[in-house]
């Protein structure tokens, strides 16, 4: 089973490297989405400041929900069932779409993180945090994004309609990085963040593995 | 007639009714055990669109348990040795349905569905038709082709059946 | 035709209204505050199709029968109508009181997470032709979502909770005497048996769409309406 969540996985981000999807249109998208916001609310810097660290899980949120519909995106109803015919578990192929959508995820916050700071250079308080946070909340939106994929999977509407399933279900996501990157820099503990953030983790691959079989199951 | 191809492959339950495949009852986990024996090729290839030929036959021979060796080899045999390193993308129809009949020949099922699996197809690459289904029957396999072309499947089979009126009538091949 | 269980929930309904019209007003807010007689039941309902959604998804993941799905459906529908109604209703009940339209009270917010659930709930639903496949992918995407409520609920109460908000009056709990006890909870009891009603019917309506939609016997023989017909012997 690792094996084939391995093998998987490599094909996935092979896939993407290819493709370049990602790297070349999401996260332009969303560099562009961060410097269109302050044309719209005023370039005062304090307020970039303060506002900035709250665009940065905005735009993870949004338009990182895009960067996980790319698995499910690029898996037809053929190679789904070769899949299935191979005897891969439903559950394997969810944790190697989720895995690979969190990495990419990861790789995108690190972008549009850059891009935040030079924007608007917020006050970064203890970044070592973060190095905790990112990754915990990129898995979150990973594992949310991948089963709204699965589910919405084969249908022309999915592009608009993935988001509308994340978003609202990601609020603890969203909220969670949030407040913890705002209590770092009022010097609060965030620990109870950090433990919703597992917490919400642990109950969403949850959910992606036990409901993957019923899922295919036609 | 997909959906009686994909009940065939087990991957839809019927509706109501019952069958066997492989010995499995349909719509029952006993499916699970016989399905790495069925090779299904359906009408869009199963074919990862920016990925080689060669690394698509890799995925499914570390999946299935083959060596890279083998998956080498089975594209040799249906003439795409030459192509093996080209992007999906960049292959024409008829290389791509060529590039299932190697995953065809790589697992090597006991059990063969073919959904139009020839339509498109040069005369050359018809005779890959023939091939990989003498091969799967070669072995003591079984064969299923959906076609409307009988007259050019005809060479190939021992029984055939037509659709009419949403019942299945056995007719002469 | 009018069932009984619609000509009982049209009855209560009207019973709670009227009683919720003639109860004495509140001390404090006055008249005012007799909305709370539809919003409170609104936002219980809101709740309870919620519920059902989620029970009806995994009994029909379990039974794969039909019925489930129509059902789970049809409290979405009615769910996202009353979630629809409660926010409405809260917002016009806080408008005078707060002088705002909206406030990020903590269970406003989770309301209105709710709403849009539903939403990409029913859009999902939509989005299917086939009714077995709607009704696995909806049935799944119920019960994720579902699971993830609570954590939205403790997520939204603690950051509320970290910025201390002025002292509103709280228009959910207000101290409640005896006839407006009562009247509220005639409401919410009549709110319930509305609710019944609405799905059941409604159930039945996606029983029939299911019925009109399904393919005939002279179509292709495709998708999953398949069985396995006798071989016909036919030498020609």
Same mark, same amino acid.
């Given at each position: 089973?690792?094996?084939?969540?391995?093998?998987?996985?490599?094909?996935?981000?092979?896939?993407?490297?290819?493709? =370049?999807?990602?790297?070349?249109?999401?996260?332009?998208? =969303?560099?562009?989405?961060?410097?269109?916001?302050?044309?719209?609310?005023?370039?005062?810097?304090?307020?970039?400041?303060?506002?900035?660290?709250?665009?940065?899980?905005? /735009?993870?949120?949004?338009?990182?929900?895009?960067?996980?519909?790319?698995?499910?995106?690029?898996?037809?109803?053929?190679?789904?069932?070769?899949?299935?015919?191979?005897?891969?578990?439903?559950?394997?192929?969810? /944790?190697?779409?989720?895995?690979?959508?969190?990495?990419?995820?990861?790789?995108?916050?690190?972008?549009?993180?850059?891009?935040?700071?030079?924007?608007?250079?917020?006050?970064?308080?203890?970044?070592?945090?973060?190095?905790?946070?990112?990754?915990?909340?990129?898995?979150?939106?990973?594992?949310?994004?991948?089963?709204?994929?699965? /589910?919405?999977?084969?249908?022309?509407?999915?592009?608009?309609?993935?988001?509308?399933?994340?978003?609202?279900?990601?609020?603890?996501?969203?909220?969670?990085?949030?407040?913890?990157?705002?209590?770092?820099?009022? =010097?609060?503990?965030?620990?109870?963040?950090?433990?919703?953030?597992?917490?919400?983790?642990?109950?969403?691959?949850?959910?992606?593995?036990?409901?993957?079989?019923?899922?295919?199951?036609? | 007639?997909?959906?009686?191809?994909?009940?065939?492959?087990?991957?839809?339950?019927?509706?109501?009714?019952?069958?066997?495949?492989?010995?499995?009852?349909?719509?029952?986990?006993?499916?699970?055990?016989?399905?790495?024996?069925?090779?299904?090729?359906?009408?869009?290839?199963?074919?990862?669109?920016?990925?080689?030929?060669?690394?698509?036959?890799?995925?499914?021979?570390?999946?299935?348990?083959?060596?890279?060796?083998?998956?080498?080899?089975?594209?040799?045999?249906?003439?795409?040795?030459?192509?093996?390193?080209?992007?999906?993308?960049?292959?024409?129809?008829?290389?791509?349905?060529?590039?299932?009949?190697?995953?065809?020949?790589?697992?090597?099922?006991?059990?063969?569905?073919?959904?139009?699996?020839?339509?498109?197809?040069?005369?050359?690459?018809?005779?890959?038709?023939?091939?990989?289904?003498?091969?799967?029957?070669?072995?003591?396999?079984?064969?299923?082709?959906?076609?409307?072309?009988?007259?050019?499947?005809?060479?190939?089979?021992?029984?055939?059946?037509?659709?009419?009126?949403?019942?299945?009538?056995?007719?002469?091949? | 035709?009018?069932r009984p269980l619609e000509i009982a929930a049209g009855l209560m309904l009207a019973t709670a209204l009227v009683l919720g019209l003639v109860v004495p007003p509140d001390a404090v807010q006055g008249d005012l505050q007799r909305i709370m007689y539809v919003h409170v039941p609104s936002a219980w309902l809101a709740y309870l199709s919620f519920a059902a959604t989620l029970v009806?998804?995994?009994?029909?993941?379990?039974?794969?029968?039909?019925?489930?799905?129509?059902?789970?459906?049809a409290s979405?529908?009615v769910g996202v109508l009353f979630t629809g109604l409660a926010l409405v209703t809260g917002s016009i009940w806080g408008?005078p009181v707060?002088?705002?339209?909206?406030?990020?009270d903590a269970r406003l917010?989770l309301t209105?997470?709710m709403f849009?659930?539903y939403?990409?709930?029913?859009?999902?639903?939509?989005?299917?032709?086939?009714?077995?496949?709607?009704?696995?992918?909806?049935?799944?995407?119920?019960?994720?979502?579902?699971?993830?409520i609570?954590?939205?609920h403790?997520?939204?109460?603690?950051?509320?909770?970290?910025?201390?908000?002025?002292?509103l009056l709280r228009p959910g709990d207000p101290q409640i005497d005896g006839p407006l006890l009562a009247a509220l909870l005639a409401a919410v009891f009549a709110f319930t048996v509305v609710y019944a009603a609405l799905v059941s019917r409604r159930?039945?309506?996606?029983?029939?769409?299911?019925?009109?939609?399904?393919?005939?016997?002279?179509?292709?023989?495709?998708?999953?309406?398949?069985?396995?017909?006798?071989?016909?012997?036919?030498?020609?």
């Open positions: 089973m690792i094996r084939h969540v391995t093998t998987l996985f490599v094909a996935h981000l092979r896939d993407e490297r290819r493709a =370049g999807e990602v790297m070349l249109v999401i996260v332009p998208f =969303g560099t562009v989405a961060l410097l269109v916001v302050p044309m719209a609310v005023g370039i005062d810097t304090p307020l970039l400041d303060r506002i900035g660290p709250g665009m940065f899980w905005v /735009v993870l949120l949004l338009f990182g929900t895009i960067v996980t519909q790319r698995q499910s995106a690029s898996l037809g109803e053929s190679r789904r069932d070769m899949l299935t015919l191979l005897g891969v578990d439903p559950a394997v192929r969810f /944790v190697a779409a989720a895995l690979a959508a969190a990495l990419l995820l990861t790789v995108f916050a690190v972008v549009i993180g850059a891009v935040t700071f030079v924007l608007y250079d917020p006050e970064v308080v203890d970044p070592g945090w973060l190095a905790a946070i990112v990754p915990l909340t990129c898995a979150g939106i990973a594992m949310v994004g991948t089963i709204a994929g699965n /589910v919405a999977g084969g249908l022309g509407t999915r592009s608009s309609l993935a988001p509308l399933l994340v978003v609202p279900i990601a609020v603890p996501i969203l909220l969670a990085g949030a407040q913890a990157t705002e209590g770092l820099r009022m =010097g609060l503990g965030i620990l109870r963040w950090i433990l919703l953030l597992s917490v919400v983790d642990i109950v969403l691959a949850l959910a992606g593995v036990l409901t993957a079989r019923p899922l295919e199951e036609s | 007639m997909l959906g009686l191809l994909r009940v065939m492959a087990t991957l839809l339950r019927p509706a109501s009714g019952t069958g066997t495949v492989l010995g499995a009852r349909l719509a029952t986990p006993e499916v699970e055990s016989i399905r790495p024996r069925i090779g299904f090729v359906a009408h869009d290839p199963a074919l990862a669109p920016h990925l080689t030929l060669a690394e698509n036959l890799y995925l499914v021979a570390a999946l299935a348990g083959a060596t890279r060796v083998a998956a080498d080899r089975a594209l040799a045999d249906v003439g795409l040795a030459g192509a093996a390193r080209r992007r999906v993308v960049h292959c024409s129809n008829g290389m791509r349905r060529r590039a299932e009949f190697a995953r065809m020949l790589l697992i090597g099922p006991s059990l063969l569905l073919l959904d139009e699996a020839h339509v498109g197809l040069d005369p050359e690459a018809f005779r890959l038709v023939a091939h990989v289904v003498a091969e799967v029957t070669g072995r003591g396999g079984a064969a299923v082709l959906v076609s409307h072309e009988r007259e050019r499947a005809a060479a190939m089979i021992e029984r055939a059946v037509e659709v009419r009126d949403g019942t299945l009538a056995e007719v002469a091949p | 035709m009018i009806a998804g995994v009994a029909y993941l379990k039974t794969r029968r039909m019925r489930w799905d129509h059902i789970a459906g979405a529908e408008k707060w002088g705002v339209w909206w406030t990020w917010v209105a997470v849009f659930v939403l990409g709930y029913l859009a999902l639903r939509r989005s299917f032709d086939d009714p077995e496949t709607r009704a696995r992918r909806a049935a799944v995407y119920g019960i994720v979502a579902v699971a993830q609570p954590l939205v403790f997520s939204v109460v603690w950051w509320r909770g970290l910025h201390q908000p002025p002292t159930a039945e309506i996606a029983r029939l769409e299911d019925l009109l939609a399904a393919p005939s016997a002279d179509e292709t023989v495709a998708g999953s309406g398949v069985s396995a017909p006798p071989i016909v012997r036919d030498t020609r």
